[in-house]
């Protein structure tokens, strides 16, 4: 949770750059293996995480709105720099998409169990409500779970993967996985029931 204040010592831009700075190779590990092979020709994944930081520092009071761990958060922050950016340039030249699909912004809630809205954009309200919702829930777990979840759904990294980037056995990573899921799918339903679960 970042503290209140904007000093280095109490809190801010400031304080938040120095904790995302004390992983920054990890984070552009992960960046690397976001970015598509034709995104990666056209903008250096230096530049894409600079912009991410760039990003997080200007939003870093939603940081302690959001309730989730600073690594999870800033996961979420670098995905959507890695979408942004996929659709500028998919705007600018159709055929860079072949290169690797894009994974669809509401794929996690598929993974978690829920069902997906997104079936027509007169349901953008709902897709909304939907995403608020699933971080809600997020911010109720701890922080080893939410990352795991972040970076599986979100990120649709393999378990393998996961492990890797969070320097721990790739058996450690299943189990955590698998109580994350379970948590996430007890904290959804005792705040919002079940109707929102698929079959």
Known sequence: ????????????????????????ERFLTFVRWRSTGALSARRDPEDLLQLAFINACERWMDLARSGMAIDAWFYRIILNVLFDDHDFHSRQRRDHRLDRDWPDRSSAQVGLGLRNTDTSPSEALGRKETRMRIDRVLALLPADQQQILVLVHFAELTREQA?????????????????ARARFREAWKSLFGDEDFGA
Do not use: H
Request: hydrophobic content about 30%; glycine content about 10%.
């Open 163 to 179: 492990a890797e980037l969070l320097q721990i056995e790739g058996a450690t990573a299943r189990q955590r996985y698998a109580r």
């Open 1 to 24: 949770m970042v503290p209140d204040g904007d000093s280095t010592e109490s809190g801010g831009p400031t304080w938040l750059l120095d904790q995302l700075n004390e992983q920054r």
